[in-house]
């Protein structure tokens, strides 16, 4: 199996009669990778999958070329920030990630120096010495992060990492992830929130009932489901009406709607490069197209249609 | 390898220490453990007080021991009056057609107990205040009867099922799962943590039921008998106990891994070692109290009145020697670790089916 990348082949989790996931097959490039899906899809069944807290009823995973059943290999390569919302007891926020350092081997001193390392890229100076259940819910799920990075991972494996974040240390979050990703290493995010699944990842996994719905880059995927969702894209221009006209005169576009007043042309077309080609065409003469934007090009459009509008939260 | 192993062991005995020893949860351990220290040092502080008083008595109605010891049931009162002279406490009355009189005699050390039926001696009790090896006889009754069967088997139960179950009920076990251990090494390192508690609780009660049991007699008593058998018998008792953690230890670990619900087996396995003693013999080997009790320095000799089967809960009717008892444990607590560190690589967190 690859050295370089999340392999699950044909992968099947059952609790019982409960179908967790069913015929997962996916090849994780380095980047970051998003799962993204319903409360029971299956993104943390998958996210135990990968990291060995469940084994699969049936199928292969390699992580990097390391089995999930081989925890000493595995999480030499991997952090993992959980959703379990729960700590040992009585603990510090240093001496937590401190004392789970510790299991790794390394000398007391080097676990220090990591621990220190960890805590800062968090935020979570000020903070390192209290008990982490005094903690308040942002900051338990830093200090998760954390230890889920402390000890430099090649893989970072995070379940809704962003859950409970304010708006600065979530954007400095999803800088330390990008940053992670140009270092050429894996980052696996699951989450709700579509916008910033949107805004960062190199590629989607839609998961839904315990099945991969549609996985690759955003666009990728969109450009799949052209055929039965037609891409839309509004055209604003000076001439909306002999604009909709020309769209009209092309075979793959299925509706041109006049907006209001300013608001342009709202085209739906079943071939994207196609009608992109051809307002190339119109422009070279002479509709003065002022601009064109994808409206349904996104994580949000693509879930609602293969998934369904009322699961998706933001 | 197996220098990160040990180093790994090590932080986890570190991160186990204060659940171990501090945990609310685990505070009737200490309660269990300790009872026999506070039954042994009241016992103690009576018997002093009671052997004072007996003293006194024996001051005031002087009375040879050689005398006290020629008494014979059959004699009648006025004989044992013109022997002993007046008892420093006497009692008569009538019970159905016969007249019953009660007295007690001291010389000091021993107070006796005479029951008179119509005027004839039908029975004498004596009990002795100054006998340390008869307080050791007590001393095994109690560790073989209560602390190896219930205290150390239910304190092991508390420490060692919590390792694991304890960890799932507060969702908190998945944090080991994460780090760069072996499930062999993170079940070696918790028994060890759960071991090293038990032993240092379990063995320093020991310690301290011993020390208040010699406690009421003086230090030349205290001397003799150290130096005859009681050192012996000390080190006896603390082996026993080491080993009932160990034992137990390992069984309990292995039922805190494998169960969800541990109160089934446990009290399957409570009732195996309780009815032991009236298993046949190739059933009984397969138990740690068999083993334990057969390396206890001392049999217990309950009372007479004792029921036959509680005789039988006390010692062994053929115990093992000494070597095969521990080669025994030692073998059974393997298995059971090998089995537990095997079917370890197959534990999942599933927290919500907790």
Known sequence: MSDDRIILDNVSRFYGEVLGVNRVTLSIPPGITSLVGPNGSGKTTLMNLITGLVRPSRGRISVLGVDPSQPQKLFRLVGYSTQFDTFPKGLSGSKFIFSYLRLSGRPAAECREVTARAIEQVGLVEAADRKVAAYSKGMRQRIRLAQAIAHDPRVLILDEPLNGLDPLVRSKTIALFKQYAAEGRHVVISSHVLHEVDMISDQVVLMSGGYIVAE???????????????????????????MASKAFEQDHVVEARLLGEGEGVLVKTRDADRFCRALNHLALNGIDIEGVIPVDDNVHSVYEYLIGGEEATQ | MIRLWCIQVLAIIRLEMKKTFLSRRGLWIYLLAFAPVLLFMGQSISTAHRRDELQRIASEHPISSEDLS??????????????????????????????????????????????????????????????????????????????????????????????????????????????????????????????????????????????????????????????????????????????????????????????????????????????????????????????????CPLTAAP????????????????????PMAVISIVLLTLVVLVVAARLSRRMEINYSTE
Not at chain 2, 167 to 188: C, G, I, N, Q, W
């Open chain 2, 70 to 295: 020629t008494l014979r049931t059959g004699i009648n009162r006025d004989e044992v009056t013109q022997k002993l002279g007046e008892p420093y406490y006497q009692w008569r009355g009538r019970h159905g057609q016969s007249e019953q009189a009660h007295c007690k005699y001291t010389d000091g050390t021993v107070d006796v107990y005479l029951f008179f039926r119509d005027g004839k001696l039908a029975g004498i009790d004596r009990r002795e205040f100054d006998n340390l090896p008869l307080f050791s006889q007590i001393f095994a009754g109690v560790f073989q009867s209560y602390y190896l069967r219930l205290a150390v088997f239910f304190g092991c139960v508390g420490i060692f099922i919590n390792l694991f179950r304890g960890e799932m009920l507060d969702k908190s076990l998945h944090f080991y799962l994460l780090t760069p251990v072996r499930r062999e090494v993170l079940l070696a390192g918790k028994y060890a943590a759960g071991l090293l508690a038990t032993i240092v609780i379990f063995t320093s009660s020991t310690a301290l039921q011993w020390l208040a049991l010699l406690w009421q007699f003086d230090d030349a008593t205290v001397a003799a008998f150290l130096t005859t058998t009681g050192w012996s018998q000390f080190s006896s008792y603390l082996v026993v106990t080491a080993l009932a953690c160990v034992g137990y230890g390992s069984v309990f670990v292995a039922v805190g891994l494998l169960f969800r619900n541990p109160v089934v087996p446990t009290a399957v396995i409570l009732l195996w070692e309780g009815v032991n003693p009236f298993l046949p013999a190739a059933l009984k080997k397969v138990s740690m109290i068999y083993y334990l009790q057969s390396l």
């Open chain 1, 216 to 242: 690759g880059g955003i666009r990728g995927v969109r450009s799949e489901i052209q055929e039965e969702r037609p891409m839309q894209f509004l055209i604003r221009c000076r001439q909306p009406n002999l």
């Open chain 2, 303 to 322: 009372a007479n009145d004792v029921p036959g089967f509680v005789h039988l809960l006390i010692a062994p009717v053929q115990p093992a020697t000494r």
